[in-house]
C-alpha cells in the first residue's frame, strides 16, 4: 500500500526555513464577496469547468462536483481553472507559456484563438500565469472572474539545470535518493511536490543562493526515501513550482524499488535466490558500526554489492570457485547526511544484493547461502556462525541462526580465514604468454607455493582479495637481499638463484596476511639443488623446493622403483586393490563397481587411484608425512603427541585404559612411530571406534581384540572383514587348525585385552612391513618396492587414500607440538615415464 503524503516539502534557506504562503496567489486583495451569477454566466462557467477539468482528466464526479460549488457561490470560475492550470498534475506535463495560452484559450472559448493566445502570452511578460488566467477569463465574463484580485508577477523561476536525477542509473532503486541541480529566482516563494504513481510523498528540498556572485543563484538538493514506498515498479516525478504558477519537472522517470529481507548485525540468516529470480536484497541497520556480510555455504556462484544509504554502489564481489563473498563498509555520517537532506532520523543503513552470475547458473534452480553478519565468522558443529564476542583469553562467543550462543576455545572455534585473504593469484610468464605453474596449484587456504625455472623469466603477478573492493594488496620481491615493491602487473625479471615474491592482503579490519611464492632459478645458493633435486625428475623440483624453503631440516632420499608409472597403475588399479568408500566420496567410485567390502567399499575410479599413487600430489607442508620414516625416534615422538593424535576419538579420556601410554610403548618396543600406530588405530577401528574389533564384543568371538585389522582381509559377505580380524585376533592365521606358531606368539597372540592387542600388532606391523622395508604410510599402501618379491600383494589396506589422509593427522600432531621443523627424513618413490600433469579429483 502506497501512504499517501498531503504534505508539501519544506523549504530550507541559508537563514533557516522560510514559510511558503499557502495560497498559490502572489498578491490577493481583501474583497472575497463573490456575486450570484445570472443564467447565462452559469451556463458559461459550467462550460468552462467542464473544459478545464478535461486538462487534467478529472472525473465526471469531480467535475459535477466542482460545478456545484461554482454554483453555489463557494468559489468562482475563475478560482477553479486557476486551481486547475497551476496543479502539480497540469504543470507535470511540461507546459511551456505557448502551450499554456492556447489551453487556457481553448477553456474560456472552446477553441484556440490566436489572437487571444497572443493577447495571453503578452500578458505574461508583465503577470504571473495566475493573473493571466484571471485577466482573461474577466475579458470574458467580469462575474467569472476569480476571488480578490491577483496580480503580480510573483517569484518566477529559470535557468533550471540538473546534475544529478531521482531515478538510479542501477536496474533497482534503494535507499535515500537525491536530484541535485541550480536555477535562477527572482524570489523565495518556491516549492517541490514530490509524486510517485500520482500519489503525494514526502520529500525534502535544501537550497543555498547567492553563489556565483547572482543574489538570484540557487543551488538545491532534492532528496526522498525509498523506504516510505512499497517494492515494485512506480512513475516518479519531482516538480519544482513557484507563486507565479508555473512549473519545471526537475526529475522523474520509472524506477524498481526491491523487496527486501531485513538482516541484523551479529545474527545469521539463511539466504536465497529463488529459481526464476535473477536476484535477492536485503537490508541492514548498523547503529553506530561497521558493515560486515558475509557469505558462506554457497550452492552457486553469485556476485554481491553493497549500497550505502543513498543508494549509491559502494562495491562488488564475487569468487568464481569459491564458497565465499563479503561485503565491508565504513560506517555513514548519518548527520551529515540528515543535514544535507533535511530527512530526520536518518540511520546507518546498507542495501545488500545477491545475484547469478555467469552463463553457468540455472535459472530454473535456487541458489542457498547464509549470512553471516559479523566481523569474523566461524563453522562450529557443522553450521555456520557469527563471532559476537571475544573475553581476550583465548575464547570467543558464537551465535547460530537460531539466536542460540556458545563460549568456545577460539582455537576450537572454527574461524573461517576470510579476512586478510586472497581469491585468486596468477603469475603470467610474459614470453609465452601463459600462466606458470605453481606448486601447489593456487587455493584461497593455501599461503606458501613454488616454482622452479632454469632459465630467466620475466613475469607479471596479479592478486585478487577474497573481501574485494574492501582489500589492499601489496607485493614485494626479494632476491638476495635485494627487495622491490611491484605493482599489480608489472614485469619483473626473476634473476638467478633464489627469489621470495609475497603479496600481503590488509583486509578491510586491518587483518593481515601473507602469500610467499619461493622461486628458484637454476641453484640455490645452498647444496640442495646439487645434492637433492638431481636425485628426482625435474617435475618433482618444485615441490621439493617449496618444503625445503619451508623445512630446511627436512632430508628427502629418491627411492627408485624401476617401475612405469603406466604398469604400476594398472595393478593398482585392479584386483579390487584400491577401494574407496561410496558413503563418503560417491564421485570416487568406479561406475558398476561391485561391493569388495561392507558396508559399501568399492572400486575407485582410475583417475583416483592415480591421484593417490602420484608422488607429486603429496608435496605440500600437511600431506608430505606419507613418506615419512616410520621407524621409532625418541628426539621427535613423545606421549603428548600421541595424545593429540587420539584427541576426540573414542580413545581420548577413557576410565578403563590409557591409550597414549599403551601406544606409545608399543612403539618404542616396536621400533616404530607411536604416531603410525594411533594413526593406524583411528583409520582401521574409526573415530569413534565403531568397529566391535577395538571393544571385543563381537557375537561369537567375545573378549578377542585386533586394533589393526589384521588378518581382516575382505570378504563379500556382511561383516565377513570385521569376522576374520576377529579369528586372527584368536589363532592367527590358521583358525581351522586352532594353532598359534611361535612367530604369531611373539606377537602376544591371542589378544585377549586391549594392551596384547596394540603390543602386538606394533610387533606384526615392525616385523611385516617395517623390517621389510615397507617402512613408510606410501609404501605400505602401494607395494611399489624393489625387493625381489612379487609387487602389490603386501599391501596393508586397500582404501586407496589411507596414506593420504594418516600423513595428515602427522602432521597435525608435530604441528600441536611444535615439532615440524625437526630433521624428518623422507622417502619418496620415483617412476619412470611420469604423466605430465599431477592429475585431479573429480568433484
Keep these: 500500500m502506497f501512504v499517501r503524503r498531503p504534505e508539501y516539502f519544506a523549504v530550507a534557506a541559508l537563514g533557516g526555513l522560510l514559510a511558503v504562503a499557502a495560497s498559490v496567489f502572489t498578491v490577493m486583495s481583501l474583497d472575497t464577496g463573490i456575486t450570484e451569477p445570472d443564467r447565462k454566466t452559469l451556463k458559461k462557467a459550467d462550460d468552462i469547468v467542464v473544459r478545464a477539468g478535461s486538462l487534467t482528466s478529472s472525473s465526471d464526479e469531480e467535475i459535477r462536483i466542482a460545478k456545484d460549488r461554482v454554483e453555489d457561490g463557494f468559489i468562482s470560475c475563475g478560482d477553479y481553472v486557476i486551481s486547475v492550470m497551476t496543479s502539480p498534475e497540469y504543470l507535470l506535463t511540461g507546459v511551456s507559456d505557448n502551450k499554456f495560452a492556447e489551453d487556457l484559450c481553448s477553456v474560456i472559448y472552446g477553441e484556440v484563438r490566436p489572437d487571444e493566445v497572443n493577447y495571453i502570452l503578452e500578458d505574461l511578460k508583465d503577470h504571473s500565469r495566475i493573473s493571466a488566467i484571471d485577466r482573461a477569463i474577466t475579458s470574458e465574463d467580469k462575474n467569472l472572474g476569480a476571488t480578490g484580485n491577483p496580480s503580480g508577477k510573483g517569484s518566477v523561476i529559470s535557468n533550471v539545470s540538473l546534475e544529478t536525477t531521482i531515478d538510479s542509473s542501477e536496474k533497482y532503486t534503494v535507499g535515500i535518493r537525491e536530484a541535485s541541480g541550480s536555477y535562477t529566482a527572482t524570489g523565495d516563494e518556491v516549492r517541490t511536490d514530490f509524486f510517485v504513481d500520482g500519489s503525494l510523498y514526502y520529500g525534502y528540498l535544501n537550497f543555498t543562493d547567492g553563489k556565483n556572485g547572482k543574489s538570484d543563484y540557487r543551488e538545491f538538493v532534492l532528496s526522498w526515501d525509498t523506504a516510505d514506498c512499497a517494492p515494485g515498479r ?170 542460540i550462543t556458545y563460549e568456545v576455545e577460539r582455537k576450537k572455534a572454527g574461524i573461517l580465514p576470510i579476512n586478510g585473504a586472497l581469491s585468486a593469484c596468477i603469475i603470467n610468464d610474459s614470453a609465452v604468454d601463459k600462466f606458470l605453474d605453481i606448486y601447489p596449484e593456487f587455493d584461497y587456504l593455501t599461503r606458501n607455493y613454488a616454482y622452479y625455472m632454469n632459465s630467466s623469466k620475466s613475469i607479471a603477478i596479479r592478486c585478487t582479495p577474497l573481501e574485494g573492493y574492501s582489500a589492499n594488496v601489496t607485493i614485494k620481491a626479494d632476491s638476495n637481499g635485494n627487495e622491490v615493491i611491484l605493482e599489480q602487473g608489472q614485469l619483473y625479471e626473476i634473476p638467478q638463484g633464489e627469489t621470495v615474491i609475497t603479496c600481503t592482503v590488509t583486509g578491510f579490519d586491518g587483518t593481515s596476511g601473507n602469500y610467499s611464492f619461493y622461486l628458484l632459478n637454476g641453484n640455490d645458493e645452498g647444496d640442495f639443488s646439487e645434492n637433492t633435486l638431481s636425485k628426482f625428475p625435474t617435475s618433482y623440483y618444485s615441490g621439493l623446493w617449496l618444503l625445503h624453503s619451508l623445512h630446511p631440516g627436512y632430508v628427502f632420499t629418491a627411492y627408485n622403483t624401476n617401475l612405469s608409472f603406466d604398469s604400476a597403475l594398472a595393478a593398482e588399479d585392479s584386483q579390487g586393490r584400491s577401494l574407496i568408500q561410496n558413503s563418503s566420496f560417491p564421485s570416487y567410485v568406479k561406475p558398476n563397481s561391485k561391493v569388495f567390502d561392507k558396508p559399501d567399499w568399492m572400486a575407485a575410479r582410475t583417475e583416483v587411484v592415480s591421484y593417490f599413487m602420484d608422488p607429486r600430489n603429496y608435496f605440500t607442508p600437511e600431506r608430505i608425512f606419507a613418506f615419512e620414516m616410520l621407524g621409532f625416534d625418541p628426539r621427535v615422538h613423545t606421549i603428548e603427541g600421541v595424545r593429540e593424535i587420539i584427541r576426540g576419538s573414542f580413545m581420548d579420556g577413557s576410565a578403563d585404559y590409557d591409550y597414549a601410554q599403551i601406544i606409545y610403548e608399543a612403539g618404542e618396543n616396536a621400533g616404530v612411530s607411536p604416531y603410525f600406530l594411533a594413526s593406524r588405530i583411528i583409520q582401521e577401528m574409526g573415530f569413534n571406534g565403531e568397529s566391535a574389533l577395538c571393544r571385543g564384543d563381537l557375537t561369537g568371538y567375545e573378549g578377542y581384540y585386533n586394533f589393526f585389522d589384521i588378518g581382516a582381509y575382505a570378504t563379500t559377505e556382511p561383516g565377513g572383514a570385521v569376522i576374520n580380524g576377529a579369528k586372527y585376533a584368536q589363532w592367527g592365521r590358521d583358525w581351522e587348525a586352532q594353532e598359534i606358531t611361535d612367530t604369531e606368539a611373539s606377537f602376544l597372540l591371542p589378544w585377549t585385552s586391549v594392551e596384547r592387542s596394540i603390543k602386538g600388532g606394533a610387533l606384526w606391523i615392525a616385523s611385516g612391513y617395517i623390517e621389510k622395508g615397507q617402512n613408510t604410510l606410501y609404501f605400505q599402501k602401494f607395494d611399489v618396492l624393489d625387493d625381489g618379491t612379487d609387487r602389490y600383494n603386501h599391501q596393508y589396506a586397500q582404501n586407496i587414500m589411507m596414506a593420504y589422509s594418516e600423513g595428515l593427522r602427522y602432521y597435525r600432531s608435530y604441528d600441536s607440538i611444535g615439532m615440524t621443523d625437526a630433521g624428518f627424513e623422507f622417502i619418496i618413490p620415483v617412476y619412470n615415464n611420469m604423466p605430465e600433469s599431477y592429475g585431479s579429483l573429480p568433484e
Aim: aromatic share 8%; proline share 3%.
Design 234 to 403: 512506480h512513475e516518479v516525478y519531482a516538480l519544482l513550482r513557484s507563486s507565479d504558477g508555473r512549473g519545471t519537472v526537475i526529475s522523474g522517470g520509472e524506477i524498481t524499488i526491491p523487496e527486501k529481507v531485513t538482516i541484523y548485525p551479529g545474527s545469521v540468516a539463511q539466504g536465497l535466490i529463488p529459481s526464476g529470480n535473477t536476484n535477492a536484497w536485503y537490508m541492514i541497520d548498523c547503529a553506530d558500526s561497521d558493515c560486515y556480510i558475509n557469505f558462506a555455504g554457497l550452492s552457486d556462484d553469485i556476485r554481491v554489492s553493497l549500497y550505502d544509504l543513498k543508494g549509491n554502489l559502494i562495491g562488488s564481489n564475487e569468487n568464481p570457485g569459491i564458497p565465499y563473498a563479503m561485503l565491508r563498509g565504513k560506517e555513514q555520517n548519518t548527520d551529515a547526511v540528515a543535514k544535507e537532506t533535511g530527512i530526520t532520523g536518518v540511520s546507518n543503513c546498507f542495501y545488500i544484493c545477491a545475484s547469478r552470475t555467469g552463463s553457468g547458473s540455472d535459472i530454473e534452480k535456487d541458489i542457498d547461502f547464509t549470512m553471516i553478519q559479523s566481523r569474523e565468522c566461524a563453522y562450529f558443529d557443522g553450521c555456520y556462525m557469527a563471532v559476537t564476542g571475544d573475553d581476550g583469553n583465548g575464547k570467543v562467543k558464537l551465535t547460530d541462526k537460531d539466536k
